[in-house]
């Protein structure tokens, strides 16, 4: 057979220029040159694809809809995790019904999923299907949104058809302002809640800790001050809450202490953790608690409901979040992953010290400050234009349609500089023009806590393309989407998804031309996944 062309790349840069450029291994580079294959075959011209600009207004109420029923199935609690299932929180709303055609979600920048599932096929072993969530994947490559003025975000929306009859892919993008300089941010207070149970003495944990917070503590400002609690079997605070200021060497001799002793109490060390929290609250301050650890908690109360109960109304009270930082080949994913959510915080996964050096030089810095609380999206599909449609993950951060406008019910946290990306698949009735959807993300300011909104709108002439030929930030989103249904296996295929091989080349494809070190990792592992599941490349 002939090869294929390669597909177009359209970078659309409109200001928020994140991903660092590099060239990506020879591999990937020959596997680009071998054969380029097009993530989507439809037939038929491009059209613009950009968003609308964003205003700000109110939304009408209305009620949501999906379409099929074995895509309104939430993914299976984990081992252990049914309680947490049964008792999750009233803002985690059940799938909407067939009537419906509005979608609701609490926003998300976590991006542990992916990590986590990159270490593994790294190890050569395919990651548990429970673990994989898309909406992580997706939100673990930045995109070029344009960032607002001021607090809160800006919204774009755009899309391209699938090779699926009827198919588009919608995405959905927000982005908040990043900060001009590091001296703009607020003072912070972290208080730095560390595992050194047994489990942390493999390679690649404790010793990767110590590494990432000997780095932290010299990127930190004088005016910062860190907190030091370990636990294994019990908790202890080992540096009370210290301006760095001339104790950067006692905060780096606290750090190359940390040896791993016995069991793991997650419990003991966040009730510890957030007490000491709460003694070194500085007014004035950002105040957070990060969680390092496995998650493998085998001591004490073992569930993050139970867990978070018990220091509910520090959290509340003084506006604690929870930022989780994932380490290690056994990871305890289910449980870092509520405690974040429960704890309105969020979480990543660090797999060597360049992740590492990322998360704690680039994303905490990022997430010490906030431009947006408890930040909640909803589309309402315009009933002229869609049959059906299908948001790609997020099923753990539904909420109920009604509850968008009640800010008393949880949404996310959102720092400077993040961008945050949705997929819709969208099902379009034959011959509809006009309004596809309206986008609204809602959220409370960090200080005043008063509620704020913005919105766009996208028509059916900005998915009049094919996904081959949209930007390149589409492409990536879309291929790190297929990749995550891929690998859930209990989930029917997206419409429109290329076979995986196909995939792997495409994949490929988009590292050579972009020369993004992050799409060259995604193509690796998209390769490896296919290897260790005997598929032809």
Request: with cysteine; charged share 30%.
């Amino acid at each position: 057979m002939g090869r294929t062309p390669f597909p177009r790349i359209r970078s659309r840069r409109t200001g928020l220029g994140h991903r660092r450029r590099r060239r990506p291994g020879l591999g990937v580079a020959a596997a680009a040159l071998a054969g380029g294959m097009l993530l989507a075959g439809c037939s038929g011209g491009g059209s613009d694809g950009g968003g609308r600009a964003a205003s700000k207004e109110r939304a009408s109420d209305a009620l949501p809809a999906p379409d099929n029923p074995r895509h309104n199935v939430p993914a299976p609690a984990p081992d252990g995790a049914q309680g947490e299932q049964d008792g999750a929180r009233r803002d985690i709303a059940p799938e909407p019904g067939p009537a419906d055609l509005l979608s609701t979600f609490a926003l998300d920048v976590d991006t542990a999923s992916y990590g986590f599932a990159r270490r593994t096929l790294g190890q050569g072993r395919l990651p548990d299907p429970s673990t994989v969530r898309p909406e992580e994947f997706v939100n673990s490559f930045r995109q070029d949104y344009p960032k607002p003025d001021g607090d809160g975000f800006s919204v774009t929306v755009d899309g391209a058809r699938t090779r699926a009859d009827g198919w588009s892919l919608v995405r959905v993008g927000l982005a908040t302002r990043p900060e001009a300089e590091r001296s703009e941010r607020p003072p912070a207070a972290l208080t730095f809640v560390i595992d050194i149970s047994g489990s942390m003495a493999e390679t690649g944990r404790l010793d990767l800790v110590r590494k990432s917070l000997g780095v932290m503590t010299d990127q930190l400002r004088d005016d910062d001050s860190v907190a030091l609690v370990t636990f294994s079997d019990r908790a202890e605070t080992v540096l009370p809450m210290t301006r760095i200021g001339d104790s950067r060497d006692r905060v780096h001799a606290a750090v190359d202490k940390l040896r791993p002793t016995s069991s793991t109490n997650v419990e003991a060390g966040i009730i510890t953790g957030y007490e000491t929290a709460v003694r070194g609250l500085r007014e004035g301050a950002t105040n957070r608690v990060v969680l390092l650890s496995d998650a493998l908690a085998n001591t004490g109360d073992t569930s993050a409901d139970g867990i978070l109960r018990r220091v509910e109304e520090a959290r509340r009270t003084h506006g604690l979040t929870l930022f989780g930082v994932g380490v290690g080949s056994d990871y305890g994913d289910a449980l870092m992953e509520r405690l974040a959510d429960r704890g309105d915080g969020h979480t990543t996964y660090v797999a060597d010290e360049e992740d590492a050096r990322e998360v704690f030089c680039e994303r905490l810095p990022a997430n010490i400050d906030l431009r947006a609380r408890d930040a909640k999206a909803q589309v309402s599909f315009d009933p002229d234009t869609v049959e059906r449609f299908r948001l790609i993950g997020y099923d753990n951060r539904r909420v109920a349609d009604d509850d968008f406008r009640d800010d008393r019910v949880d949404g996310g946290e959102v720092g400077p500089g993040h961008t945050v990306t949705a997929l819709y698949a969208v099902r379009t009735k034959p011959g509809a023009g006009g309004l596809v959807a309206t986008v609204r993300v809602r959220w409370l300011d960090p200080d005043s806590r008063a509620p704020d909104e913005a919105s766009a709108d996208v028509g059916v002439d900005a998915l009049d393309r094919p996904l081959s030929e949209s930007d390149s930030g589409l492409q990536v989103a879309a291929t790190a989407a297929y990749f995550a249904e891929d690998l859930r296996t209990a989930y029917d295929p997206l419409p429109g998804a290329p076979a995986p091989a196909e995939l792997e080349r495409h994949a490929a494809v988009l590292a050579f031309t972009t020369g993004d070190k992050a799409v060259t990792d995604l193509a690796n592992s998209i390769r490896r996944a296919n290897a260790l599941r005997g598929r032809a490349p």
